[in-house]
């Protein structure tokens, strides 16, 4: 609860965050942005979901699982050294990993 709240004063007209361990509250930087993160709340054991009042600070944007073909350019190309065997390896147990 208490980082909600420090993001809330660092979001809203405060522009700024109070650290307690050191006594100050410090300003944002005028180009500051915040991306943020959420796997759904309905997806995964026990997640409690934020606010509305927070949430409406956001652009809510989904994303659809990446293609197989997708995962297999990445993997190629940010790693170019592991092979295309054990890209295609990895890849496929990504794929695997996803359907269960």
Same mark, same amino acid.
């Given at each position: =609860?208490?980082?909600? @709240?420090? %993001?809330?004063?660092?979001?809203?007209?405060?522009?700024? !965050?109070?650290? *307690? @361990?050191?006594? =100050?509250?410090?300003?944002?930087?005028?180009?500051? /942005?915040?991306?943020?993160? =959420?796997? *759904? !709340?309905? @997806?995964?054991?026990?997640? +409690?979901?934020?606010? =509305?009042?927070?949430?409406?600070?956001?652009? /809510?944007?989904?994303?659809?699982?990446?293609?197989?073909?997708?995962?297999?350019?990445? %993997?190629?190309?940010?790693?170019? +050294?592991?092979?295309?065997?054990? !890209? /295609?390896? !990895?890849? @496929?147990?990504? /794929?695997? %990993?996803?359907?269960?």
């Amino acid at each position: =609860q208490s980082v909600l @709240e420090g %993001l809330n004063a660092l979001l809203d007209h405060r522009r700024s !965050v109070y650290i *307690p @361990e050191i006594d =100050q509250t410090l300003p944002a930087s005028p180009a500051f /942005r915040l991306f943020a993160a =959420q796997n *759904p !709340v309905a @997806e995964g054991g026990g997640r +409690k979901g934020l606010p =509305q009042s927070f949430l409406n600070r956001f652009t /809510r944007v989904a994303l659809a699982p990446l293609a197989d073909e997708d995962i297999h350019h990445i %993997l190629s190309h940010c790693h170019p +050294k592991l092979g295309e065997d054990l !890209v /295609r390896n !990895v890849a @496929e147990l990504l /794929r695997q %990993l996803r359907t269960e």
